[in-house]
């Protein structure tokens, strides 16, 4: 038995590094991204052998589910603006068009060479280092084991998470917020993108799949906090179904307003601001949860993030604000209403 | 035995995508690079946590891992608005260039 | 722990709940933004107050004790940082305003200004929180997370102007700052893997010679290094920062290079000094050495003034390394004094500089420097103020500029350490020729040529003057900061880092 998990142990890592190496170096960008799929959910098998099941429903949820969809609809965007402008731009006027990133890499090669050398030195002796560390490495697993009854749930990395390390996390749920504000503050959504091949079919199928995934995203939320799963889990689970009625050309879905777009996106935060502003005010310290109450709290504060983050990576995906974002525009005067004004 | 199997895989991962971040030239291809590079820190910050001997397991690394896997989701999906925009800008200009060389060459 | 600890915590909450409340109400994103500044300062001057009597401060962060939680601390560096930062956040958010408010009354492009103006204030709240953090943080992975927090934030900012040269410095900037994250969250794993904690007291306490942490200080101070634009890793910098809008180039320019370089600073004196091979400092010196004088003679090739602006922030940052070896070689507190100076000093004057060429972009049109005589005629506040700066970069008294070249050049010399002396020397050389370069064309009036219309903006004229001045009497108020920063010294002498409270 233990031989065959050994064995398998090295088949997996072998094929981690051959598709990484594939991603890297196959000539079409599309197959590139198909291997990184297949790289990320192998990744998530990898988590499922290092006993991390939290990280490994993250890797398939948002690490795979989620980038790659944005990959592929970013090359879709991509690709057909610059497939548009060769066909019309006659060739040897490259620099500026679809191919403005390909060849030219021809000339360095003396530099490339330099580098692959730097990076084989670097490989070498990082692998040296990790191979000279003492063992057993030392970890924190006795303190959060000691810790995790006052700390309102069982599984341990929700604990970490939420409570022994939420000043981390509401910071990494503010970098989620940004991503969001900068992704709107950069472009409008191209939506509705036009896509004539909406089925019936595919309707239907929506409309029958997406309370079934609402609901996994809430017990998965749910039950974050005795084994795995949480607020990152369910909240990556919510955005698929987000992310469905996107390509699926709903109807009310490109007059959404931007106000209550924008209360969903904060409204984590929000709640996780709030509960520390309550631990000073209750405890004296920021972010700390009476013991008793601490469970139904992280419970409320997981809902919410989820929320959120649900909201968020669809957005990512979605790729710019909503049409309706530039018209309630304050100041300027006589040119308002025009939609997206710039440039 | 598993732990160094691991470990050394994530640094392998890691460094590939170095080489790619620096080395290609299309900005797809560097952002899959920076993701494979936090796949393999990720891989290898957790194969230190993993004990096989006792089967015990640090949270913190996991939680670690999760905080970063959202934070590079996030950066991705920057980046990849950042080149689709700037594809679009390009676009654009390449149009308002040859609209003005057609209206130099009507002018003539 | 009492309730006014709490205020530990408000200089990284204020500009955060700002955030949300800026991107959720529009209207009064300015106010709301203003009063998060202000209320930072206050909270900082607090801090500073009762750093004075009580000496440094720990914060378990929801009363978890480290190595389980967070800890939040305050000591003389870090303070240092934050009045800085909390000072230049009023000065940019005013200056900010104003740049606003007249772009939106003459857009070049329907639109374009609001939404930059809508975007500008929760994604300069945003970087505000991330830079208070990092100064506060006493965590090694919470750190890495307020370094991704400043440089999404930061790339964001510079993509604001939405033209194409700045998006594609921004995408750069974005990639750049990557790579520099990665590479120090590398680091973060293999110090984990070594000493098995992630609290910076307890790994002060703890480190000591070990295969692991060799690894990891090459792998964090690569990635900060080249997040700070430290020659030869300078390359993004230039167009990054000359392309943004005048007060986002004010804050990359002044802030957002020292956060990174603060890190840096922290890791190395502070930390993992015990650790380090001399020939480590000496290198980071040569690279201080190349920063001064590859950026020097670079500036003066420059032709637009954002552009030399922003080269000058790459050899001004060389000051801030080439300390290194200094400080080793002293072994005084001396030349990291002169470094924290150095560090005020310069983002004050950038501020100051960028604010300047900002509004002489936005009246004259352009920011030729060719075409830019006699701009004193018409913004004598702000041709002042970019001269006043100027005067700190070449590091004439009374600046904060010279302050800190003097120590280090005493250091230097008594030291023996010629080599540092004479670069420092030639990098004020370069310096005076290509402030004067400016200032020159600035302050001569060609007898018959009006260049330009009569505009005048007090929100966009007085906070460079008085960011300017501040950098200029930074060596007047010498004392106060110096008298932190011993505060902060014996403490730590005297200090057994356990943690908690």
């Known amino acids: ?343 | 035995m598993t732990t160094i199997l691991y470990s050394v895989t994530g640094l392998l991962l890691f460094v590939f995508g170095l080489f790619a971040l620096i080395v290609c030239p299309h900005p797809l291809r560097k952002i899959l690079g920076g993701n494979v590079m936090s796949a393999g820190i990720f891989l290898f910050l957790v194969a230190a946590s993993y004990r096989a001997d006792t089967g015990e397991i640090d949270a913190v690394p996991q939680a670690m891992v999760l905080t970063g896997i959202v934070v590079s989701v996030c950066i991705t999906a920057v980046a990849l608005v950042l080149s689709t925009r700037l594809q679009q800008a390009a676009d654009q200009g390449a149009r308002r260039r040859r609209k003005r060389r057609r209206e130099e060459d009507a002018g003539e | 722990m009492a309730f006014a600890d709490s205020w530990i915590v408000v200089p990284v909450f204020a500009p955060l709940t700002a955030a949300l409340l800026a991107f959720l109400v529009r209207r009064a994103s300015f106010f709301i933004s203003l009063a998060a500044a202000c209320l930072s300062l206050l909270a900082v001057a607090v801090l500073v107050n009762r750093f004075l009597v009580n000496g440094p401060a720990a914060y378990a962060v929801g009363g978890w004790d480290p190595p389980l939680g967070i800890c939040l601390r305050t000591d003389g560096p870090a303070l240092i940082m934050l009045v800085l930062t909390a000072v230049a956040g009023v000065g940019i958010s005013l200056y900010a305003k104003g740049y606003f408010t007249l772009r939106i009354e003459r857009p070049s492009r329907v639109g374009r200004p609001e939404r930059q103006e809508r975007f500008f204030w929760p994604l300069w709240m945003l970087q505000l929180t991330g830079l208070n953090g990092l100064y506060l943080s006493g965590d090694i992975f919470n750190l890495y997370v307020t370094l991704e927090v400043i440089g999404v934030s930061a790339a964001a900012l510079a993509a604001l102007s939405g033209k194409s040269a700045s998006l594609i410095a921004a995408l750069r900037y974005l990639l750049v700052s990557l790579l520099g994250s990665m590479s120090y969250l590398l680091g973060v794993v293999f110090v984990y893997k070594t000493y098995g904690v992630l609290d910076l007291g307890l790994l002060q306490a703890a480190a000591a010679p070990a295969p692991g942490v060799i690894a990891a200080m090459a792998l964090m101070s690569v990635g900060l290094l080249l997040k700070t634009a430290i020659f030869p890793m300078h390359f993004w910098l230039p167009p990054a920062h000359a392309n943004a809008l005048a007060p986002v180039s004010a804050i990359l320019s002044g802030l957002v290079v020292k956060g990174s370089f603060f890190l840096l600073f922290r890791l190395w004196f502070d930390i993992f000094s015990p650790v380090l091979p001399a020939a480590a400092f000496n290198l980071m010196g040569s690279l201080g050495a190349g920063a001064i004088i590859w950026g020097g003679v670079q500036v003066l090739r420059q032709q637009r003034l954002k552009l030399l602006i922003a080269y000058s922030t790459v050899s001004q940052l060389g000051y801030l390394v080439i300390a290194f070896p200094l400080a080793f070689a002293g072994g005084s507190s001396q030349a990291w004094s002169a470094v924290l100076f150095m560090a005020s000093g310069h983002a004050c004057a950038k501020i100051a500089m960028f604010m300047s060429a900002g509004t002489i972009m936005l009246h004259a049109g352009h920011d030729r420097i060719r075409d830019l005589a006699g701009i004193r005629a018409y913004l004598p506040v702000t041709a002042f103020a970019y001269a006043a700066a100027g005067v700190n970069l070449i590091g004439l008294p009374p600046s904060g500029g010279f302050i800190a070249k003097w120590m280090l050049l005493i250091t230097a010399l008594a030291g023996h350490q010629w080599l540092w002396a004479v670069v420092l020397l030639a990098g004020s050389f370069l310096a005076t020729a290509y402030v004067f370069r400016v200032v020159a064309q600035l302050f001569v009036i060609p007898p018959d040529k009006p260049v330009i219309t009569r505009r005048r903006a007090g929100l966009l004229e007085w906070p460079a003057l008085i960011m300017a001045l501040l950098s200029l009497l930074l060596g007047l108020m010498a004392p106060y900061p110096l008298r932190l920063l011993e505060a902060g010294q014996i403490v730590r002498t005297a200090m057994t880092m356990g943690g908690g409270p």
């Open chain 1, 1 to 343: 038995m233990k031989m065959l998990l050994t064995g398998f142990d090295l088949l997996l890592a072998l094929t981690l590094l051959w598709l990484a190496w594939q991603l890297l170096r196959s000539t079409d960008i599309f197959k590139a991204i198909i291997f990184f799929i297949c790289f990320g959910l192998l990744m998530s098998l990898a988590w499922v052998r290092m006993h991390a099941p939290d990280v490994a429903l993250a890797e398939a949820a948002i690490g795979t589910g989620l980038t790659g969809p944005l990959f592929l609809a970013a090359l879709r965007r991509i690709e057909r603006k610059a497939g548009k402008n060769m066909m019309s731009e006659p060739a040897g006027n490259g620099e500026e068009t679809g191919s403005r990133w390909k060849a030219r890499n021809r000339e360095m090669s003396p530099l490339l060479w330099t580098v692959t050398a730097l990076t084989c030195c670097l490989a070498g002796l990082l692998i040296w280092t990790v191979l000279i560390i003492p063992r057993p490495l030392p970890g924190l697993a006795d303190q959060v084991a000691g810790s995790l009854a006052e700390s309102g749930v069982n599984n341990p990395v929700t604990a970490v998470l939420l409570n022994f390390r939420g000043y981390d996390t509401l910071l990494e749920v503010m970098v989620l917020l940004l991503g969001a504000i900068t992704v709107w503050s950069i472009t409008h959504a191209p939506f509705p993108p036009r896509v004539p091949d909406t089925s019936p079919v595919q309707k239907a199928a929506v409309r029958l799949l997406l309370p079934l995934i609402c609901l996994i995203g809430g017990y998965l939320v749910w039950q974050g906090a005795y084994q795995t799963g949480g607020a990152f889990q369910g909240g990556a689970v919510l955005s698929a179904a987000l992310v469905l009625l996107l390509i699926s050309d709903f109807l009310w879905l490109p007059g959404m307003r931007s106000l209550p777009l924008r209360l969903g996106l904060t409204l984590g935060p929000l709640v996780f601001v709030l509960l520390a502003g309550f631990g000073i005010l209750v405890e004296k310290t920021l972010l700390r949860l009476p013991v008793e109450y601490a469970g139904p709290l992280l419970l409320f504060l997981e809902a919410a993030c989820g929320l959120s983050i649900g909201l968020t990576l669809a957005a990512f995906f979605a790729g710019g604000r909503p049409a309706s974002d530039l018209r309630e525009t304050p100041y300027s005067g006589e040119a308002k209403g025009k939609g997206p004004a710039e440039s």
